[in-house]
């Protein structure tokens, strides 16, 4: 039951990771109908960011208190996220809005390698350890344990998500982007500028996986190039896992994702007699996905085109 437990709150941890970075990817498909691959770029480009930043303020005041530095890291990590995902949207993809399909996704492919390739040359290829910022020391919680670092990531989690939620559905932006989503013309006439809206979805979605990409760091104590790459593939998963569009899909399939990965890695050595051990723990994801993929195409939470008729 204590292994249980502890799985359960590893995978609502990771889950809540997950999530964070699958609201980009839905957001923006919502939106314009494309699936944004260089996303878990922005992710690696907020960590690695914050990683810079942490060690320039450590060097400056060596004496500031750690939670003021870890605050600052995070606002520099989503301004140059938010700046870096605003640029890729104009230059991009917004000449590419009316192309066919393909045209956008392999660009998407593109900007990813690009961006791996440029933070490569930029920090080099080796992995940094990420500053231990917030006490180590774990709470014990009903026979698990759990750590500072661990309830700070679902604190925020928590937060970001009741923030974006009144923001789509109690604020005029958000009503302009529901707007631009349902039909960018008839929003035009109404007097949205659907440019303007677009842009503020990729930044939106780009602060979410720069917070997302510093909670990774804090939690695995690594920064490295290529560190947003799986992470980005398991948000897009989450996102398709839930319904793609659907804000509501993105945190239900980002956190049953975590869960599913968390336990399975927990009793996969049981399960197979030793021969699989928790690095295996990938296939359940994605075998769970093509399950759900067959029996629901559109997703947990995803809309039926039966309901639609």
Partial sequence: MDIFLQQIINGLVIGSMYALVALGYTMVYGIINLINFAH?????????????????????????????????????????????????EKIAYRPLRDAPKLAPLITAIGVSILLQTLAMIIWKPNYKPYPTLLPSEPMALAGAVITPTQIMILGVTA?????????????????????????????TLMGVRPDTIISATFIIGAVLAALAGVMWASNYGTVQHAMGF???????????????????????GGILLGLIESIASGY????TGGVLGSHYADIFAFVVLIIVLTLRPSGLLGERVADRA
Avoid: H, Q
Avoid at 230 to 246: E, Q, R, S, Y
């Fill in 268 to 271: 996969i050595g049981d399960l």
């Fill in 159 to 187: 937060i970001s998500l009741a923030l974006l939620m009144w923001l789509v559905n109690g604020t005029r932006l958000g009503r302009a982007m529901r707007a631009t989503a349902e039909n960018p013309r008839v929003a």
């Fill in 40 to 88: 878990g770029e922005v992710l690696m480009v907020g960590a690695i960011t914050s990683w810079t930043a942490i060690g320039w303020m450590k060097e400056a005041s060596p004496d500031s208190p750690a939670a003021v530095v870890l605050l600052l890291a995070v606002l520099i990590a989503c301004v140059v996220s938010a700046a870096l995902n605003y640029a890729i």
């Fill in 230 to 252: 799986l992470p980005g593939l398991k948000a897009f998963t989450a996102a398709v896992f839930g319904g793609i569009g659907n804000l509501a899909g993105a945190v239900v």
